[in-house]
């Protein structure tokens, strides 16, 4: 089992770029979600999924976009990017169908918007 | 609005001593709190507490949950340097996201 598994590990955007972040899990987990993390500000929800085909959104979207096209596949995608989206993202998988149960983390991609 | 506040913030010992890491929460129809660990990549969970009262061990860390106080603490004794981390603490609603409510972390460093 990898777990859940994310690219890239770090990347570096210029104002206005787009981007993809991926992330898959092996785990065969309904839930998933993206998670951003700032200096004194903990993780905070961008989006989620409940299963193929269904997301919703979290605490802080704007900017972001998902699709769950597959149960192993999440991802994450920065339209225009913004200096403000500089940030560490991490995605999660719970087995637990609203994700109330242990989330796993995955590995993290570190962004930079210039 | 939901919150969950560590304290202390930082803390710093020697190998040998014993640390007790807070937690206080506030979170709406309240299911569950998780402590993870931090080491510079993906949080590793610990815990997940959701009855008062119930003590959860693993090795040296052992956790507890205070429903009526609202409140939570992690344990970790005879510390060695590996433990030096940032400690997590997330509480969950009963909300349909699946939001974890995330406190801003204790850093904790175990020197030699």
């Known amino acids: 089992n990898a777990g859940v598994t994310q690219t890239p590990k770090f990347q570096v955007l210029k104002t206005g770029q787009s981007m993809t972040l991926q992330c898959a899990q092996d785990?065969?987990?309904?839930?998933m979600s993206w998670y951003r993390q700032d200096p004194g500000m903990g993780l905070r929800l961008i989006h989620y999924?409940?299963?193929?085909?269904?997301?919703d959104q979290g605490e802080v979207p704007n900017g972001y976009n998902v699709s769950r096209s597959t149960t192993e596949d999440f991802p994450l995608r920065l339209l225009s990017a913004a200096p403000s989206q500089t940030s560490v993202y991490f995605c999660?998988?719970?087995?637990?169908?609203?994700?109330?149960?242990?989330?796993?983390f995955g590995p993290g991609t570190r962004l930079t918007v210039l | 609005e939901d919150k969950v506040v560590q304290s202390p913030l930082s803390l710093v010992v020697h190998e040998g001593d014993t640390v007790t890491l807070n937690c206080s929460y506030e979170?709406?129809?309240?299911?569950?709190l998780l402590w993870y660990k931090q080491e510079k990549k993906a949080p590793t969970f610990l815990f997940m507490l959701?009855?008062?009262?119930i003590e959860k061990k693993s090795g040296r860390l052992s956790s507890i949950l205070d429903k009526k106080e609202l409140f939570s603490i992690l344990n970790i004794t005879a510390t060695q340097t590996g433990d030096s981390a940032v400690y997590l603490c997330?509480?969950?609603?009963?909300?349909?996201?699946?939001?974890?409510?995330f406190g801003q972390g204790t850093t904790l460093q175990v020197k030699p």
């Open positions: 785990m065969n987990h309904e839930y």
């Open positions: 979170v709406t129809n309240f299911r569950s």
């Open positions: 999660a998988s719970s087995y637990s169908i609203r994700g109330r149960g242990e989330q796993f």
């Open positions: 997330a509480g969950h609603g009963s909300s349909n996201t699946g939001k974890l409510i």
């Open positions: 999924s409940v299963g193929a085909g269904i997301t």
């Open positions: 959701t009855s008062s009262g």
